[in-house]
């Protein structure tokens, strides 16, 4: 049976739907009735409510070890899709936590049950960012004197439980994807967008990020299975654009004006002063910080490449993923 871990999140979810087509049996990690509930909607929503019986729902925390112990009952292949996304300065302790501690439980269960196959969703976040190279690809140095958000530290960390895993004789897949796009669960990064800009947001920031749908997160893992790519990792971004440019195509979607002005570092470094100086008085929760900043604000090329070149793998363009998700919006 498949362990799916983060059953309940945006990639989890359509991973599972995609398992259930291939109508493989399925053992999905959740935390609350309410996320589960979620997941069942987005199957009936895509007309597949029938593959909802392919799915053993196992109620479990990943940073608990013995229920995740439970939950790892008669597994032989796992798919690890659990961590606590978020940038915030705030979060910082809960980001940690669960990515890294959760991580080393599932690969010291990995190694502990003889796992045929750990399959590892990373993030662009875990890559090295070497100011002195033009694009980052899976081979770019981490610089552990370089400051990256806690969210960065802790997927760089997991993932070097994830390589252990690899030393210890489990077949590692790990992908690196970049802001995942898609739809049909809550607060994804498409929605989280969408919400800011209906809010009439007038700033973007003068940085880049690499975007790659979720479908081709899910298609990319069964490629990099079918081609047995194991003990290797690859960056799945299918193309780099400005904040700039994406917010402008949102806000057309959209029919909303887009943000016109872009905000630079040194005005992100003020706003950080002043989130400082009042969460001292706990009236407000930080997200700013100087990782953070440099991720806004930085022009940044990452190569997707890797899985195009080695596999026959190809990406869905992003201008065609934002043009079919706002005809579903009509
Ligand atoms: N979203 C992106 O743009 C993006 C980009 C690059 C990489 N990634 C990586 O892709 C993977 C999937 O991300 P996603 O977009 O699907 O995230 P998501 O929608 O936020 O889902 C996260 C999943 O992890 C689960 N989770 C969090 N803490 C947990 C814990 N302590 N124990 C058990 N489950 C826990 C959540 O459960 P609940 O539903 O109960 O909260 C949820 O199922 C993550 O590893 C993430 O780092 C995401």
Same mark, same amino acid.
């Given at each position: 049976?498949?362990?799916?871990?983060?059953?309940?999140?945006?990639?989890?979810?359509? *991973?599972?739907?995609?398992? @259930?087509?291939?109508?493989?049996?399925?053992?999905?990690?959740?935390?609350?009735?309410?996320?589960?509930? $979620?997941?069942?909607? *987005?199957?009936?929503?895509?007309?597949?409510?029938?593959?909802?019986?392919?799915?053993?729902?196992?109620?479990?925390?990943? &940073?608990?070890?013995?229920?995740? &112990?439970?939950?790892?009952? !008669?597994?032989?292949?796992?798919?690890?899709?659990?961590?606590?996304?978020?940038?915030?300065?705030?979060? #910082?302790?809960? +980001?940690?936590?669960?990515?890294?501690?959760?991580?080393?439980?599932?690969?010291?269960? $990995?190694?502990?049950?003889?796992?045929?196959?750990?399959?590892?969703?990373?993030?662009?976040? @875990?890559?090295?960012?070497?100011?002195?190279?033009?694009?980052?690809?899976?081979?770019?140095?981490?610089? #552990?004197?370089?400051?990256?958000? @806690?969210?960065?530290?802790?997927?760089?960390?997991?993932?070097?439980?994830?390589?252990?895993?690899?030393?210890?004789?489990?077949?590692?897949?790990? +992908? #690196?994807?970049?802001?995942?796009? !898609?739809?049909?669960?809550?607060?994804?990064? *498409?929605?989280?967008?969408?919400?800011?800009?209906?809010?009439?947001?007038?700033?973007?920031?003068?940085?880049?990020? !690499?975007? +790659?749908?979720?479908?081709?997160?899910?298609?990319?893992?069964?490629?990099?299975?079918?081609?047995?790519? /194991?003990?290797? %990792?690859?960056?799945?971004?299918?193309?780099?654009? &400005?904040?700039?440019?994406?917010?402008?195509?949102?806000?057309?979607?959209?029919?909303?004006?887009?943000? %016109? %002005?872009?905000?630079?570092?040194?005005?992100?470094?003020?706003?950080?002063?002043?989130?400082?100086?009042?969460?001292? /008085?706990?009236?407000?929760?930080?997200?700013?910080?100087? @990782?953070?900043?440099?991720?806004?604000?930085?022009?940044?090329?990452?190569? !997707?490449?890797?899985?195009?070149?080695?596999?026959? /793998?190809?990406? &869905?363009?992003?201008?065609?993923?934002?043009?079919?998700?706002?005809?579903?919006?009509?």
């Amino acid at each position: 049976m498949i362990l799916v871990t983060g059953a309940t999140g945006l990639v989890g979810a359509h *991973l599972c739907m995609a398992l @259930a087509e291939k109508e493989e049996k399925i053992v999905a990690l959740y935390r609350t009735q309410k996320k589960r509930e $979620c997941v069942e909607h *987005l199957f009936l929503t895509n007309q597949k409510k029938a593959l909802l019986k392919n799915i053993e729902w196992r109620k479990g925390d990943i &940073t608990h070890l013995p229920e995740l &112990t439970a939950a790892f009952a !008669g597994i032989d292949n796992v798919y690890h899709c659990a961590a606590y996304v978020s940038f915030a300065h705030s979060k #910082n302790d809960v +980001v940690l936590t669960t990515n890294i501690q959760g991580t080393e439980n599932i690969v010291n269960l $990995c190694i502990e049950k003889k796992i045929k196959q750990l399959s590892y969703v990373s993030s662009i976040a @875990a890559l090295g960012q070497d100011p002195s190279v033009d694009e980052i690809t899976e081979e770019t140095q981490w610089l #552990n004197e370089k400051e990256r958000t @806690a969210y960065a530290y802790s997927k760089h960390e997991a993932e070097l439980h994830v390589w252990r895993a690899a030393q210890e004789g489990v077949p590692v897949i790990i +992908v #690196n994807p970049g802001v995942i796009l !898609g739809t049909g669960m809550p607060h994804t990064p *498409l929605d989280q967008m969408v919400e800011q800009l209906r809010k009439g947001r007038k700033f973007y920031p003068q940085g880049s990020t !690499g975007y +790659v749908c979720v479908e081709d997160v899910v298609r990319a893992l069964f490629q990099l299975e079918k081609d047995k790519k /194991f003990n290797q %990792r690859y960056i799945l971004v299918s193309e780099n654009w &400005t904040y700039k440019a994406m917010m402008t195509q949102l806000s057309s979607h959209l029919n909303l004006v887009p943000p %016109r %002005r872009s905000i630079s570092k040194t005005v992100l470094y003020a706003l950080m002063g002043i989130e400082v100086f009042f969460s001292l /008085f706990r009236t407000h929760k930080r997200f700013l910080s100087k @990782a953070s900043i440099s991720m806004l604000g930085d022009y940044r090329k990452i190569n !997707g490449s890797k899985i195009t070149t080695q596999t026959s /793998f190809a990406y &869905t363009p992003v201008q065609l993923y934002l043009d079919q998700w706002a005809s579903s919006l009509k």
